[in-house]
């Protein structure tokens, strides 16, 4: 029996001072293992030779599905069925954009200019309303 069987069966769960366990290493595979993969399995046309496939190379289904997608979008290298997108924006977007922003930002500015205007003149209103009201006091 191991220390650590040992230890858990006298009510311990912890391990020992001196052992420790290691994180795991997630695995890497290249893009030429990956291609490789790919071609066996379309090639596999009698039932469970998919799965024969996977077992034999310790993958899982969805490693497949992963790189049938990243196959999909060109980024396996090789023969991509789609050349890579840019991301990000034309400078012709951002420029519309920004122009969009700007008329925007100037309704909002005229919009404050006219509630200032007329909180001034309810304030220059009351203020003279107050000093009449006091005049007659």
């Known amino acids: 029996m191991t220390a650590e069987?040992?230890?858990?069966?006298?009510?311990?769960?912890?391990?020992?001072?001196?052992?420790?366990?290691?994180?795991?290493?997630?695995?890497?595979?290249?893009?030429?293992?990956k291609r490789r993969i790919l071609k066996e399995a379309a090639e596999c046309k009698g039932r469970g030779?998919?799965?024969?496939?996977?077992?034999?190379?310790?993958l899982y289904s969805?490693?497949?599905?992963?790189?049938?997608?990243q196959k999909a979008k060109?980024?396996?290298?090789?023969?991509?069925?789609?050349k890579k997108e840019r991301k990000g924006k034309s400078q012709a977007d951002e420029v519309a954009e920004l122009r969009r922003e700007n008329a925007k930002l100037a309704q909002q500015l005229e919009q404050a200019r006219y509630i200032i205007d007329a909180q001034k003149k309810l304030s220059m209103a009351l203020?003279?309303?107050?000093?009449?009201?006091?005049?007659?006091n």
């Not at 969805?62 to 997608?69: A, I, K, Q």
């Open 5 to 33: 069987k040992q230890q858990y069966v006298n009510g311990m769960n912890a391990l020992a001072e001196t052992e420790y366990r290691e994180r795991p290493v997630r695995r890497k595979f290249s893009n030429e293992y």
């Open 49 to 58: 030779e998919v799965g024969s496939l996977l077992r034999r190379e310790g």
């Open 62 to 69: 969805s490693h497949l599905t992963d790189w049938r997608r």
């Open 74 to 82: 060109g980024e396996l290298g090789g023969a991509s069925v789609k």
């Open 127 to 136: 203020e003279q309303t107050l000093n009449e009201s006091e005049a007659k």
